[in-house]
């Protein structure tokens, strides 16, 4: 079976601050997925990783994938009040037998504070 | 381009009442339908999954069933509501090659 460990779970960061979120799954996957959550609202997609060594960016967040390690980062740079929110990792399962029936399975969140 | 429909946007429903969420996908054709539910505004939990019409995967034992009338087309249901059917519930689509998606959500209050 699938799991997915993020950690903290918790983050309350000072403005200008860096920090890293953990994302450990237990199988091989296809693909590695980083959402946001706004309180409320629904899921933002913010990075898709798909093979190993992927880094991709996007402002003051950076996300990485080591396949080898099961170990996906998203690492926040000068973080600022608008970063605030819920982040989740999420990894694709192959479903077997199914064409392309993949389904998302889901870390626990990062609820992320950042402080002014 | 594709886009996603998902509503009621918040449900207010008494103990034993019958739900009908719906969630339509435009601009697609044959994707994989998924409702997820969130309790407690922490992780999401796979409900149930569709790769066609008709054809429903249950991930775990529930007091909530799904159907597929229509290719882009997903209903949850319940013919009883429990006080634990409380939850943010979100839709999503995926297509070959394509990221997940999710609908703007529903808020269920059962009361």
């Known amino acids: 079976e699938l799991k997915v460990e993020q950690n903290p779970l918790f983050l309350s960061m000072q403005e200008g601050k860096n920090y890293t979120i953990y994302c450990n799954y237990s199988?091989?996957?296809?693909?590695l997925y980083w959402y946001r959550q706004d309180p409320g609202k629904s899921l933002e997609s913010l990075f898709v990783?798909?093979?190993?060594?992927a880094v991709k960016q996007e402002g003051r967040l950076m996300a990485s994938l080591d396949t080898k390690a099961r170990l996906s980062t998203l690492h926040i740079t000068a973080a600022v009040h608008d970063l605030s929110a819920t982040y989740f990792c999420a990894v694709d399962k192959k479903s077997v037998g199914l064409e392309y029936g993949n389904k998302l399975v889901f870390g626990a969140g990062t609820i992320l504070r950042v402080k002014s | 381009s594709q886009t996603i429909h998902q509503w009621p946007a918040t449900l207010v429903q008494p103990v034993g009442s019958p739900l009908s969420l719906e969630c339509t996908v435009e601009?697609?054709?044959?994707?994989?339908l998924y409702w997820y539910r969130q309790a407690a505004g922490r992780g999401l939990q796979l409900l149930f999954y569709?790769?066609?019409?008709?054809?429903i995967s249950s991930e775990v034992p529930q007091n909530l069933s799904a159907s597929r009338p229509q290719d882009r087309q997903f209903i949850l249901s319940s013919k009883k509501l429990l006080l634990s059917d409380s939850g943010f519930y979100l839709c999503?689509?995926?297509?070959?090659?394509?990221?997940?998606?999710f609908g703007s959500g529903t808020r269920l209050t059962v009361v």
């Open positions: 990783l798909l093979s190993n060594g």
């Open positions: 601009g697609t054709s044959n994707p994989n």
């Open positions: 999503a689509w995926r297509a070959l090659l394509t990221s997940y998606t």
């Open positions: 569709s790769v066609g019409i008709g054809q």
């Open positions: 199988t091989t996957s296809d693909r």
